[in-house]
Structures are given as structure tokens and as C-alpha cells.
């Protein structure tokens, strides 16, 4: 759903507020598992930027302009988004969700609990596990049910964190307004609440979803986490989309 992803990326971005502050630059290699079968992806952490990469996208946040660039290397194309954006188009979902509250209230309970149904139920539970180790870090399982749709398992470390963004978080206060307002409905609510019992940074996440009778897997573990300086070429917009063309980034549809 655009809304859940929306508030979502919110979330990301209010949360690396919390994220001690660390001098080391963080890079992680996963071994990973999806419907291009078996592969590896790379996220890179440093005080100014982050770059999540995998063969067919990559994501870049840069903190200080608060830009986001999505690159698909198979279609060879690329968008941007800055959270100026995307803080319109959470607002914009803010206002229909609350829309869409007020339609539902007013509906017979029968056809109400049928509709949350449908929308998945909202129920989610995390249930803590086992500990066991992950690229050499104590890792902690942690089992997250989303009614019947979404089962995933994920393994989080309060050992290692991502240095801390070099941003004014103040900037993103009617930011965090619209993901308030969003996780007023109480479908929103209850992942939040249960989602703060994962404690720490993912280090492996295993996923399994059924829509329409169709399932869809997809995993990712840690095989190395490395401490240090990245090189500023990681980073390069410019570089990693040459010869790429610019499209129009999802959010602009999302208004």
C-alpha cells in the first residue's frame, strides 16, 4: 500500500535521529535470496550519505539536502525525490487516510471488520526468539506476523549502528506531523508499537508473503561488516547514472 510505504520511509528518517554517534563509517555485505534467485547486496553508512545497492537498484539518501535518488540498473533509469516532496505527498496520504477512518467508522461492524480484511487485518505481533550469531555480531530473532499475509524473521544486533546523520532533524518537524497524523489509525499504530520491540541494527531478515494464492520469499544475511572510511565515488550520482534517463519519481503521482 502507498500510504504503509510512505509512512514507512517516515519512519526511517525520524529514527536515525535516535542513532548514536559513531566516527567509523559502516559498510555491509548480505548474501541474499529473492525472485532473481541468489545474489548479494551492499549498504554503505556514513555521517553524510547512505547507498543501499543491490545488481538491479540502488538508493542513495544524502542527508544534507535531504535528496533521495532510486536507480534501476536494469531499466537504466533513475528519479529523484527530496523530502521537501515526499512531506507533501505524506500529508496528501495523511488526508485520506483520516478520509477513509471517518468512511469506515460510519459503516455496519460486519462490513467494517470485512474491509480490514481485505486490507490485511493491520494485526501485526512481533514475537522475540533465539540468539545466535551473524557475521560474527550477537544476534537477536525476532518472528513479525502480519496477519495472515506476511511472516518475517529478523535478526537484529545492538552491537554495531550506523554513524549519525550530520543533519538539523528540527527541518523535518511538519514532516514528522504527517507521520503522526497517519499513525493516529490504529491499523498504523499497532505496527509501530510492535515493530520498538526490535531492538538494534537488521543484520538478517527472512520474508515470506502470500497475495492471491501466489508466495513470494526473499532473504538477506550479513557476511561482512567492515568500519572505515568510504570512498566518496560510492557516493556519486553523477557517475552511477550516466547514460541513465531521468524519470519522474513515484511520489509525484502520490499528491
Do not use: W
Not at 51 to 61: G, T
Not at 84 to 101: C, G, T
Request: glycine share 8%; with cysteine; hydrophobic share 45%.
Amino acid at each position: 500500500m502507498r500510504i504503509d510505504r510512505l509512512a514507512v520511509a517516515a519512519a526511517c528518517v525520524l529514527a536515525l535521529a535516535a542513532v548514536p554517534v559513531l566516527a567509523e563509517d559502516l559498510t555491509i555485505v548480505y548474501k541474499t535470496t529473492g525472485s532473481g534467485g541468489a545474489g548479494t547486496a551492499t549498504s554503505y553508512f556514513s555521517s553524510e550519505k547512505m547507498r543501499m545497492s543491490d545488481p538491479e537498484r540502488d538508493v542513495i539518501v544524502e542527508y544534507g539536502p535531504g535528496r533521495i535518488v532510486t536507480i534501476d540498473n536494469k531499466k537504466k533509469e533513475y528519479s529523484e525525490v527530496t523530502l521537501a516532496e515526499m512531506e507533501a505527498a505524506m500529508k496528501a496520504a495523511s488526508e485520506r487516510m483520516q478520509a477513509m477512518n471517518a468512511q469506515m467508522a460510519n459503516m455496519p461492524a460486519a462490513m467494517r471488520e470485512k474491509m480490514q480484511g481485505m486490507m490485511g487485518g493491520g494485526a501485526v505481533t512481533v514475537t522475540k526468539g533465539a540468539t545466535r550469531k551473524v557475521a560474527g555480531y550477537d544476534c537477536q530473532d525476532y518472528e513479525v506476523v502480519m496477519a495472515a499475509l506476511v511472516k518475517t524473521q529478523v535478526c537484529a544486533t545492538t552491537a554495531i549502528a550506523p554513524p549519525a546523520p550530520n543533519v538539523d532533524f528540527r527541518r523535518f518537524s511538519s514532516f514528522a506531523g504527517a507521520a503522526g497524523s497517519m499513525a493516529a489509525n490504529p491499523m498504523l499504530r499497532n505496527v509501530a508499537e510492535e515493530m520498538k520491540k526490535i531492538q538494534g541494527f537488521t543484520l538478517a531478515e527472512t520474508s515470506s508473503m502470500k497475495i492471491l494464492g501466489r508466495s513470494m520469499d526473499s532473504s538477506k544475511e550479513a557476511t561482512e561488516v567492515k568500519r572505515g572510511p568510504i570512498p566518496p565515488a560510492t557516493f556519486d550520482v553523477a557517475a552511477l547514472t550516466q547514460g541513465y534517463k531521468k524519470v519522474a519519481s513515484p511520489t509525484a503521482h502520490m499528491k
